[in-house]
């Protein structure tokens, strides 16, 4: 018997290994460099992808956790209804999802083999968020895996060669055997279900996202309403934010002002109505927030415009 044939073979293999191994990537996960973690949404501002108790997490097969806005609060990256996808190679898509924003379009971003964020994602309320402009910069410790290979069918005819064995005897019956087994058939079914399954999933994304829009359309569209003899109640019609100015911020100061006992809307009475969502104004929104049950953002957003609405024409309190 020759013995130095398997050690060939077994040399062979450890060859193969120590050449392929470099190329195979495990699943992995990582999280967001602290020192770029910013993006820019053209009609949001900044948006930090590593804030405080965010917990945001990059994998093989999505992102995780949330990201922070100062003027809309939290965005979640992987809300139940969609999710931001990877395919393993570092090209994004799906939905984010924030309670005051609606749903934001990852298709268009990408990550570089380096971690580094590029690309744009899309929103009709966020605008173009930007992982490309001039001071903008979002990296992760998770790096893109090498993409799928392609396997593909040996030519007719031709015959498995092993080093140190050389060929590997194989008959036509055998290949045609092989050709037309039944894992073959059921391997395209998969591959066909899969992309189905995919296509529905989009699809469903992107009708909750329109559908999502519409309701907060509607909720805008509920502007006045009337009771009796009484005068037409005025609702807020407007999200308000941190600086905005004007009379519906006069309205709403004397909102929490009229409604609210706590601290901060005390504060804000002994200051007195200014027409300017500052510091005061969104400490007693947040006040407010706490007390209804809603997130305390200090976003004045649909959430909290529609609970104070629901006060005013309860009360008939429209005309503050």
Not at 242 to 262: M, W
């Amino acid at each position: 018997m020759n013995l130095s044939t398997p050690f060939k073979f077994l040399r062979f293999v450890l060859v193969a290994a120590a050449l392929f191994l470099p190329f195979i990537t495990l699943a992995s996960t990582g999280s967001i460099d602290g020192a770029n973690k910013y993006a820019w949404g053209s009609n949001i501002g900044w948006i930090n992808f590593s804030p405080t108790n965010g917990g945001v997490q990059v994998s093989d097969t999505g992102l995780s956790g949330y990201v922070w806005n100062d003027n809309y609060g939290w965005i979640n990256l992987s809300p139940s209804a969609a999710g931001v996808r990877n395919d393993g190679t570092g090209v994004l898509s799906g939905y984010a999802w924030g309670q005051n924003i609606g749903y934001v379009s990852f298709s268009g971003v990408t990550i570089t083999p380096s971690g580094v964020f590029t690309g744009s994602a899309t929103s009709s309320f966020v605008g173009t968020l930007s992982f490309d402009c001039a001071n903008c910069r979002v990296a992760t410790t998770w790096r893109p895996g090498p993409a799928p290979p392609t396997i593909g069918v040996p030519p007719a005819g031709a015959v498995p060669y092993i080093p140190g064995v050389g060929p590997v005897a194989s008959t036509s019956a055998t290949s045609t055997a092989i050709a037309s087994s039944p894992s073959a058939s059921s391997s395209q079914a998969m591959a066909s279900s899969t992309s189905i399954d995919s296509a529905r999933a989009r699809l469903i994304a992107e009708l909750q996202a329109k559908l999502q829009s519409l309701l907060a359309q509607v909720k805008s569209l509920q502007i006045t309403t009337s009771s009796g003899g009484n005068p037409p109640i005025t609702l807020f019609l407007h999200d308000l934010k941190f600086l905005s100015a004007g009379r519906e911020v006069t309205r709403l100061q004397r909102f929490l002002i009229s409604n609210a006992a706590g601290p901060a809307a005390r504060a804000l009475a002994a200051h007195g109505v200014t027409a300017t969502f500052a510091t005061l104004t969104r400490a007693a929104v947040i006040e407010f927030q706490k007390e209804v049950g809603v997130p305390a953002t200090g976003y004045f957003g649909p959430l909290t415009r529609a609970r104070v609405n629901t006060i005013l024409d309860a009360n008939n309190q429209g005309m503050l």
